[in-house]
């Protein structure tokens, strides 16, 4: 078991007003067989009507709307909780066996998950996933900025870098194919000073974490704050509004300790 203290900011600034601005947030963290949260607090600004709901995949949603112009939008969690991966999860959904809109595979990635599977066909499901992990080290390279949040698995593949999200969208998309159920997890981890995405592996009887960004399985350095099929149910933000902007920048960071 571990006690860790968590923070997470993000800040988004437009160059011009906007307004009627509806949000959702998947960061206030759920309370799992794996993690206990002893204390959790989520700030937004400008102040916002929201209401609390959990979504299919267990996911806390804030669901919040600002109808006043603003030029900003800020939302930030500070807390500690308690990680212990000697106790296992055990939410099975059939839907993590299945290929979803970020790992639908093409030719390219059909050929080579076909030959990995092959080449492992008869070990064990834990050292199957270590072996997937390897070969995508071996030819994607981690590199920001070529790639963004709708990226799929397919064309990070085709580009042969990418960052977590699709290091994750891929080695899930290998495990479907593999008739091993995977799902995408966003979160918080000590190797990294924004948000984190992983996956985990269903190992026959519970779920398993792994961090194919960087090639090694989860610690109880790891907290989850959501989880789905793909980035699209496991978003940390999303939101729309009205306004005659032209950018949106945005300023993440997060800690754990």
């Not at 209401?51 to 930030?76: E, I, K």
């Not at 500690?80 to 979803?100: G, V, W």
């Not at 090694?216 to 980035?231: H, I, K, N, S, W």
Request: a negative charge; one cysteine or more; glycine letters at 4%.
């Amino acid at each position: 078991m571990k006690k860790i203290n968590f923070s997470y900011e993000t800040k988004l600034t437009f160059d011009d007003y906007v307004h009627y601005h509806s949000f959702a947030l998947r960061v206030i963290p759920p309370e799992t067989e794996t993690q206990h949260i002893l204390n959790c607090e989520l700030d937004i600004s400008p102040i916002s009507t929201t209401q609390q709901t959990v979504d299919a995949f267990g996911n806390n949603v804030t669901s919040g709307y600002l109808a006043s112009q603003h030029r900003f939008l800020d939302f930030s969690i500070k807390g500690t909780a308690e990680t212990d991966l000697s106790k296992f999860r055990t939410d099975y959904l059939p839907c993590y066996l299945y290929q979803s809109d970020f790992t639908k595979p093409d030719e390219n990635l059909l050929d080579f998950s076909r030959n990995c599977i092959q080449e492992c066909k008869n070990a064990e499901i834990s050292e199957r996933v270590q072996y997937y992990s390897d070969k995508l080290s071996e030819i994607i390279m981690y590199q920001k900025n070529t790639t963004n949040a709708e990226t799929t698995a397919s064309q990070a593949f085709a580009l042969k870098s990418g960052v977590c999200q699709d290091f994750a969208h891929i080695l899930i998309s290998i495990l479907r194919m593999d008739d091993i159920p995977a799902r995408y997890i966003a979160g918080l981890a000590f190797c990294d000073g924004e948000t984190h995405a992983w996956v985990e592996y269903w190992n026959g009887s519970h779920w398993e974490g792994f961090d194919p960004a960087n090639n090694c399985p989860v610690t109880e350095e790891y907290l989850v704050l959501a989880q789905g099929r793909d980035f699209g149910d496991a978003s940390v933000s999303r939101g729309v509004m009205l306004g005659k902007y032209t950018k949106q920048l945005q300023l993440v960071r997060s800690a754990l300790s």
